[in-house]
């Protein structure tokens, strides 16, 4: 797992250098994705929680970095370059436990890892100025990194919330 | 809000000193719910989150203080006296802006705070040693405890997790 995601780096920072020396290939930085899992991330604060039904059937809690949380909770606009959000998702299922116990069917859980188990936007307003100013990532639960064609949905999905600098989530208090 | 909470403390204070001077009522323990927010507790980890469809129809975030996570990712049973572990609600909402987005109906996302917006699990093997070693607590969006009459009915429900140290969320990883 390692060692592939140093070579994604790799092909990466390739890929960086060759659109450094092949001048007027233009979007370079839109080729480049965030291909590592920030580290800690799941030790980060809590911004909000939410479900989202139909294929991807999940439940989600996002996270943010401290730089991110700030920003949050100041209600500062665009976040500052060093921001990481997380968003981490479960499968979604009931729990039969809790149903049991409550007497009614109520109770939905978080399940296993789901296909994308993780998504981050890192935010560096010139790394990734062409996307906005954040890096994208998504991870399955093996930890490898969505391959260029999946992540090049990204950007466009985030572009029509753009007056909240591309992020969907809002601070739940 | 604050004079509440002192005044309710007062309350609890004054109770507890009158069991404690008039031996043989029993059970003076059993009716000490915890009645103040603990500190910090927006700023703990993430446990885990869930959704309560029926009467309730929330989404929430389990979150823990330090001594809490540690236990949970040891997965070390009962949980020490000092953990916290805590429940935050949100009313469960559509999306319509992330609808719009998608295309379709599928995004529910975290509303104004429920009814009992907070509830709390304070470990304390021998003041709460009448309720599994857990004191309970439940607050409102403006920060009441529940009364007496609610908060009894915290037990009796944790009861059947007995096996778990009475704690319905398990760590989601």
């Known amino acids: 797992m390692r060692r592939t995601t140093l070579l994604l780096l790799g092909a990466a ?3 960086g250098a060759i659109a450094y020396l092949t001048p007027g290939t233009g979007h370079a930085d839109q080729e480049i994705y965030v291909t590592q899992i920030p580290d800690g991330y799941r030790d980060w604060k809590l911004v909000s ?6 294929n991807l059937n999940d439940i989600r809690a996002i996270l943010a970095n401290d730089i991110a ?7 500062k606009l665009p976040f500052p370059d060093g921001a990481i959000i997380a968003r981490i998702a479960w499968k979604y299922v009931p ?3 809790n149903n049991k116990i409550f007497g009614r ?3 939905f859980v978080a399940g296993d890892p789901p296909e994308w188990y993780l998504q981050f936007m890192v935010k560096d307003s ?3 100025a062409a996307t906005g100013g954040w890096g994208y990532a998504q991870f ?3 930890e490898k990194p969505a391959d260029a064609k ?3 949905t990204c950007y466009p999905c985030h572009e029509p919330i753009k007056a909240r600098d591309f992020v969907f989530t809002r601070y739940a208090p």
């Open 13 to 15: 920072f390739a890929a």
């Open 49 to 54: 929680v939410a479900h989202e039904a139909g």
């Open 69 to 75: 949380i700030k920003a949050y909770r100041e209600k």
């Open 95 to 97: 729990s039969e436990e």
């Open 105 to 107: 069917d109520q109770s």
């Open 126 to 128: 010139k790394k990734y």
């Open 140 to 142: 399955g639960p093996d």
């Open 150 to 152: 999946k992540m090049a």
